[in-house]
């Protein structure tokens, strides 16, 4: 028996019972209810054209974030609610985001603009009276995910200073709160359309009850990459099991040696529990990791489970010695990461296991941790080397050295000979020059499309480098003097 | 050039539409998301969807095609190939050598082999890829140089020679000879290509389409339908960007919905998924040169010798325009005295390189700001004096000031508005600081360039530049206006209803532009070489002034006094001490039986050019600009981010300031991307493996600099152009050259400016890294 989808767009509920599982949020809003404010640009979450907001509820509290419609599937939206660029107007009065925008000349054709429309209004949403002033990194952030190819930003930049400075429209969160309170459900979601199951089990024990019944089901977390198989690959997915709704797995905790992360917490929130401990080290890599909605969606759980030989997350986590947790009839068990990944595209994980969480290391004394990532494009681009250099530094020797790349191999893999020069190593210069040149021999990277083996393997040497000059005993340098993200800017003239 | 020579009319000194920074006209719809694009129109009841299948080969022979599977796929209606075309399976601007799908043979990765039908989008999408194709492969060329040794072309060579290059370079004091390349780009507007064809009456055809130039579109669909053009109507309202890639290449969308819709009697739309679209259609072009020049210790070029290989792709296209502006920009803002300059399309396997904002000119200029670099680099000098050193010179100064193409120079105004720029950005003073930080920075490295650029205005195909447009008055006063041109983001529409709001002294939002349809405006030119507003709107000009000027007449007739002195202001006229409401008169009029619409036609007065010597005068004017950029490199990985931009630019008298700064700005990002990121990459099998914006990296947010400063020059169109302004779409492409310059200069420090980095384009953070390290290791 199939349950319909039910979610709260344009002040009411919809039900659903007769589309496909994998309908993607932007087929449905533009090919079933003719909404087409909402434009698609990419189909794969690189443009930011059918930017949406959706709203959920997050233990009894309404979350909204903003998202990328093409890679949604309706399915997973069920109890949640949506609003698009058609929702903002009231009247014939336009919505301080969208009057500054008009004011600011920020649109040209005009085709991305519901998409960074949709993003301000996230930002907009965000903003409290005790918000310091917007700086240009909050922008930066917000529009990290909408490509505009007509006006360089700038009056875009500008419309979202100029959005505060018009009177606040205040945003009634009740009716969407009621809603989501109507449309929740106590048990197992289960939509099937020509005997295709969608599931969305409410807990662990019904999440493991369903991995042992439907062990071939395709587990989807955020769908940032199972979204593509369905618009660009045409995959048949069979099954699917959501792991959104899994309470156990949307919980994040602390001990006193680690940060546990659910494997359904998304992204962003993952990381921005991760840089109240590692403020400098992750905060880069958190701007870069992905677009903020892509962030909004995609979990570190599925970033972790899928493996990605550059996936961003994996190095960091290694060096750091993270674990991750398993789940499966036989109960619990904890793997360190990097035993995780067998081969390409290959992981210890059994039929009837899900992955539960990962576990973060907190900080330890002593401990110098970088993670730096390189790619063509400082938002929204996918890595073309990642690294990350974790050790203890104690009287100028180099101890529990734990090096890990993404990019440079069919995994994310450890650098166990670079490791092995360094540790108890003098963290000086020539244990740096020996140490980059032991990389050479533990890495064999490709070429492709996002760089030759070449730029690889030198980049990832100067990384090493750059880790040095950053945590030498002797006069290190500031992230200042070696990162050019981290130069500030100068403040613009009035 | 005084200010009196601009104000040709009573009107224009109190009603001042014209000059205001309006608003785009779509700006409230663009932010609502209530602006119709093709995909967003109401779909008529039986509306199919069609998909294409593409070639998997790069040269092959077609041997089998099995199109079972497809036909059988769910949902579809019905597949077609070349062969069910009724007329010409060929379409190409210029030569018609563009099969719109692949006959016996394939001649690209990507290229479209057949189309087709189902009921949905996604049905039609799945079933493309069920073709059972075999091929028999040929040997495929697949880089421009290789093609230009194997002879390869898809059109004659060019070449232009003025005086003796070969004695002024024997007899040069110095000499620089060396190769360069700058890559293609992807044009990557945000709306796909579409086209949305919905049979008419009596075989007729009614096409909605993402194009800027419908009637273009109107003749390949007549053709490949075997159908007379006055069959065929074609319609565009707004397009989500164009950048040139829909000029030529929206041909092949268009004639395959119409081949679609002819035969099934019922509308069919195509819409390109992202892949496809970049699979399929042609960017723009990569570059090749090899330089020869002479010059002296002053850095003053004595002789040039300049060889440029464009890869046009499988076809013709426009590459022979495209290399042609290439040719007239070379000189950029610089006198060359003797020049011998050769260009060749070379014809390669991959897509049909197209037009691309700029159209050659960027690809012919930054080849001598590449020169005047090196030449800088080995005397030991600030390459903006070198720059300096060469422009061209003021009008007055014989012989410095005619172009290689024979075209006189009389509108310069390069040196004021780069002494400007020199000043207000502080270029000196932070060279110097630059030098300083750059001391003890030991890891990163800033790097400044000023560049500036002078571009030609108007197509250099004579009889492109013409136009025409309608202006309907209707009884409550409002008014409707329609021209040739087509809107792509780029305030065309609101300039041209600036301009009839000007003419007939009504505000602006009494005035509406509709879509551009081949109906209501007949032959019309591409909106295309910047030429959009100069263009159409004079044409627009001319059908309001004949309206006003009948208004007046009657005006006269009932007020007294003469027709000259009624002025049209702020919706009221005023005649002989008498005042009344636009309105009113127009009601007046009508009961009068005055006509109260008219047509208005423009041609560009004084243009000519011989193909063959390559000489004339192709151009109505030139626009100038400068820009000063700012770089920080990091010299252990190649990245880099720009830290400030100054930018001077010429509009002449601005239409509309608002909208020129956005196009300058954009168009400054945008060349900075080609020049830096945006890195298309072939795999050797020729298969484009950067066809999406997960591998093609087109700016972003972080990419628009914190410190942007970007003005227009005080200066007004010595030419009589619409409202004496100049053109704004492609010239401020140029102005990145200067993020690439200075990404060089920030190379060079890390040697002491002692040796040139060997830096092609797009500098992505690899090849920086490499040129830095060739640098380093050269020491």
Same mark, same amino acid.
């Given at each position: 028996m199939s349950d319909p989808i039910r979610y709260f767009f344009k002040h009411q509920i919809h039900e659903i019972r007769?589309?496909?599982?994998?309908?993607t949020l932007l087929q449905h809003l533009r090919e079933d209810l003719h909404c087409t404010g909402t434009k698609e640009g !990419?189909?794969? /979450?690189? !443009? /930011?054209? !059918?930017t949406v907001v959706t709203a959920e509820l997050h233990q009894g509290q309404v979350r909204m974030k903003s998202v990328n419609a093409c890679l949604q599937l309706l399915s997973s939206l069920d109890g949640k609610a949506i609003f698009t660029v058609e929702d903002l107007q009231q009247g014939q009065s336009l919505h301080p985001v969208q009057q500054a925008m008009v004011e600011c000349h920020a649109s040209q054709c005009g085709f991305c603009t519901p998409g960074f429309v949709m993003s301000l209004w996230d930002l907009y949403l965000r903003r409290t009276e005790d918000s310091a002033p917007l700086q240009r990194q909050d922008i930066n952030q917000a529009l990290s995910g909408n490509l505009c190819r007509c006006t360089g930003y700038r009056p875009i930049i500008d419309a979202a200073y100029r959005m505060e400075e018009l009177p606040h429209q205040h945003f009634d969160a009740q009716p969407v709160t009621t809603a989501l309170h109507q449309l929740e459900h106590g048990d197992t979601f289960c939509y099937t359309h020509q005997d295709q199951h969608f599931f969305a089990p409410r807990s662990l024990e019904a999440l493991l009850a369903l991995r042992q019944q439907y062990p071939d089901a395709c587990l989807l977390a955020g769908g940032t990459d199972i979204g593509l198989w369905v618009t660009k690959q045409f995959r048949q997915l069979g099954h699917l099991i959501y792991l959104g709704q899994v309470a156990e797995l949307r919980s994040l905790k602390a001990d006193t040696h680690w940060l546990s992360i659910g494997a359904a917490v998304t992204l962003d929130d993952a990381y921005r529990a991760l840089c109240n401990y590692y403020p400098a080290e992750l905060g880069e890599l958190q701007q870069r990791f992905a677009s903020l909605p892509i962030r909004h969606a995609g979990t570190l759980g599925g970033n972790v489970a899928n493996g990605s030989p550059i996936g961003d997350s994996m190095p960091w986590l290694i060096a750091l010695g993270s674990q991750v947790i398993l789940h499966g009839q036989q109960g619990e068990r904890a793997l360190a990461l990097e035993d995780f990944y067998l081969g390409y595209q290959q992981k210890d994980l059994r039929p009837d296991e899900v992955v539960t969480a990962i576990r973060v290391p907190l900080p330890v004394s002593k401990q110098i941790f970088r993670t730096y990532k390189l790619t063509k494009r400082f938002d929204q681009d996918i890595s073309a080397v990642c690294a990350a250099f974790c050790a203890t530094l104690e009287d100028g020797r180099l101890h529990q050295v734990r090096i890990a790349f993404g990019g440079m191999a069919a995994t994310p893999k450890r650098a166990a000979k670079t490791e092995a020069v360094l540790n108890q190593a003098l963290w000086n210069e020539d244990s740096v020059l020996q140490a980059m040149q032991a990389l050479a021999a533990d890495y064999t990277p490709l070429s492709d499309m996002r760089a030759s083996a070449e730029y690889r393997l030198q980049a990832a040497q100067n990384l090493l480098r750059r880790f040095w000059l950053e945590t030498r005993p002797e006069n290190p340098l500031s992230a200042h003097a070696l990162q050019v993200s981290a130069t500030e800017s100068r403040e613009q003239p009035v | 050039m005084s200010q009196t020579t601009k104000l040709s009319s009573a009107t224009e000194q109190e009603w001042a539409e014209a000059g205001r920074p309006h608003p785009h006209e779509s700006a409230v719809l663009h932010v609502c998301g209530s602006a119709n694009y093709t995909d967003d129109l109401p779909e008529l009841q039986g509306t199919l969807h069609a998909a294409l299948g593409l070639s998997a080969q790069a040269h092959a022979v077609i041997g089998t095609m099995n199109l079972e599977r497809v036909r059988q796929a769910p949902g579809v209606v019905a597949v077609f190939t070349a062969a069910d075309f009724p007329g010409d399976n060929q379409c190409g601007p210029i030569i018609r050598d563009d099969p719109i799908l692949a006959t016996e043979k394939v001649h690209y990765a990507g290229q479209p082999v057949f189309a087709v039908v189902a009921h949905s989008h996604e049905q039609a999408r799945r079933a493309a890829r069920l073709a059972d194709i075999t091929y028999h492969p040929l040997p495929a060329l697949l880089h421009a140089r290789e093609a230009d040794a194997a002879g390869s072309y898809v059109l004659p060579p060019m070449h232009l020679q003025r005086g003796d290059p070969e004695a002024a370079l024997e007899q040069a004091p110095l000499r620089l000879r060396g190769q360069w390349q700058v890559g293609g780009q992807e044009q990557f507007y945000l709306e796909g290509q579409i086209a949305y064809a919905m049979p008419a009456e009596g075989e007729g055809m009614h096409v909605v389409c993402s194009t800027q130039h419908p009637s273009e579109m109107q003749h390949v669909i007549a053709h490949a339908l075997g159908l007379a053009s006055h069959a065929v109507r074609v319609e565009c309202r707004r397009m989500g960007g164009g950048f040139g890639g829909k000029e030529s290449q929206s041909a092949l969308w268009a004639g395959v919905a119409a081949l679609c819709a002819h035969h099934l009697r019922r509308p069919v739309k195509l819409r390109a998924d992202r892949d496809d679209d970049m699979l399929v259609t042609g960017k723009r072009h990569d570059f090749h040169y090899d330089y020869d020049v002479g010059f002296n210790a002053g850095g003053r070029i004595l002789a040039a010798r300049i060889g440029m290989i464009a890869r046009a792709g499988f076809s013709a296209d426009l590459s022979g325009p495209v290399a042609t502006r290439a040719v007239c920009h070379v000189d950029n803002a610089y006198y060359l005295s003797d020049v011998d300059i050769r260009a060749v399309c070379a014809r390669t396997n991959t897509q049909s390189n197209t037009a691309f904002r700029g159209f050659g000119g960027p690809q012919g200029a930054i080849l001598i700001e590449y020169v005047m670099d090196e030449i800088a680099r080995q005397l030991g000098m600030d390459p903006l004096d070198v720059r300096k050193h060469n422009f061209y010179g003021r009008h007055d100064e014989e012989g410095r000031n005619i172009t290689h193409y024979g075209q006189k120079v009389t509108d310069n105004v390069i040196h004021e508005l780069v002494a400007e720029l020199e000043s207000s950005s502080d270029y000196r003073q932070r060279r110097t600081a630059i030098a300083a930080f750059n001391a003890t920075s030991p890891v990163l490295k800033k790097g400044l360039a000023l560049t500036p650029h002078k571009f030609g205005i108007a197509f250099n195909v004579t009889h492109l530049n013409q136009a025409g447009a309608l202006v309907h008055v209707y009884l409550d006063g409002s008014v409707s206006v329609n021209h040739g041109g087509t809107e792509m983001g780029q305030g065309l529409h609101t300039k041209v209803a600036q301009v009839v709001a000007h003419e007939l002294g009504i505000p602006l939002s009494a005035v509406r532009v509709s879509a551009t349809d081949t109906g209501k405006i007949a032959n019309t030119s591409a909106t295309a070489a910047s030429t959009g507003a100069d263009l159409n709107g004079k044409a627009a000009q001319d059908a309001a002034r004949q309206i006003r000027q009948r208004l007046a007449q009657l005006a006269a007739n009932r007020f007294g006094g003469m027709p000259d002195q009624v002025r049209f202001h702020a919706g009221t006229v005023v005649c002989n001490e008498q005042r009344c409401s636009f309105q009113e008169l127009v009601q007046q009029a009508y009961l009068a039986r005055v006509q109260l619409w008219s047509d208005g036609f423009y041609a560009t007065p004084d243009l000519h050019w011989d193909g063959k010597t390559m000489t004339g005068h192709p151009f109505s004017y030139y626009a100038y600009g400068a820009a000063v950029s700012e770089v920080i490199v990091d010299t252990l990985t190649g990245e880099w981010k720009l830290l400030r931009a100054d930018i001077l630019y010429d509009a002449g008298q601005s239409l509309n300031p608002a909208i020129d700064q956005g196009q300058i700005e954009g168009a400054f990002i945008q060349g900075m991307g080609w020049l830096t990121t945006e890195e298309l990459v072939w795999n050797n099998q020729g298969k484009l493996t950067t066809h999406a914006p997960s591998t093609y990296k087109i700016p972003a947010i972080s990419d628009c600099p914190a410190d942007f400063r970007v003005k227009l020059f005080a200066n007004c169109n010595v030419t009589d152009s619409i409202h004496r302004s100049k053109a704004v779409g492609e010239p401020p492409l140029l102005l990145p050259f200067s993020v690439f310059f200075a990404i060089r200069d920030a190379i060079a420090s890390v040697s002491a400016h002692r040796r040139s980095p060997p830096l092609t384009a797009p500098a992505t953070a690899e090849s920086i890294l490499r040129a830095i390290h060739a640098v380093q290791t050269a020491e």
């Open positions: 007769d589309l496909p599982v994998t309908r !990419c189909a794969e /979450g690189d !443009c /930011g054209a !059918c | -």
